[in-house]
C-alpha cells in the first residue's frame, strides 16, 4: 500500500519561503515520476514542479523560478522550496506519484496515481 503524508506548510508573508516534504512508503521514489500540486481556491488543481526517476525536472510556468523541486533517495523523502512567495501562492499543496520512470511534459493529475492528503500554504500581503 502507497502512503504520501506531507508537511510543512505553514502561513507566511508574501516574499517569504518554505520547504515542503513528502514522505513515502510502499513506493520507491527514485523509480518513479513525482510531483508536486497545488489546489488555489477558486481554481482546479494545478501541477506545480514533477521530478523524474532519472532526476530530470520540470516546472509550471507560474513557478518563474521561484521553487526547487528535489528529493532524498536515502530518505525517500520529496521536496518542494518555495521562495518568493506572492498571496497568490496560497492552496493546499499535494506531493503524488505516477508509476512510470518518466515525467509526462506537460504534466496532468491524470498521469499520478498516488496521492497525499495535502499541506497548506498560506500567504499573506
Known amino acids: 500500500q502507497v502512503q504520501l503524508v506531507e508537511s510543512g506548510g505553514d502561513s507566511v508573508q508574501a516574499g517569504g519561503s518554505l520547504r515542503l516534504a513528502c514522505v513515502g512508503s510502499g513506493l520507491k521514489f527514485d523509480t518513479v515520476c513525482m510531483g508536486w500540486f497545488r489546489h488555489v481556491p477558486g481554481k482546479e488543481r494545478e501541477g506545480v514542479a514533477a521530478?523524474?526517476?532519472?532526476?530530470?525536472?520540470t516546472y509550471a510556468d507560474f513557478v518563474e523560478g521561484r521553487f526547487t523541486i528535489s528529493q532524498d533517495n536515502a530518505k525517500n523523502t520529496l521536496y518542494l522550496e518555495l521562495n518568493t512567495l506572492k498571496p497568490e501562492d496560497s492552496g493546499l499543496y499535494y506531493c503524488a506519484a505516477t508509476v512510470t520512470v518518466y515525467c509526462a511534459s506537460p504534466f496532468s493529475a491524470r498521469s499520478f496515481a498516488y496521492w497525499g492528503q495535502g499541506t497548506q500554504v498560506t500567504v499573506s500581503s
Open positions: 521530478i523524474g526517476a532519472l532526476g530530470d525536472t
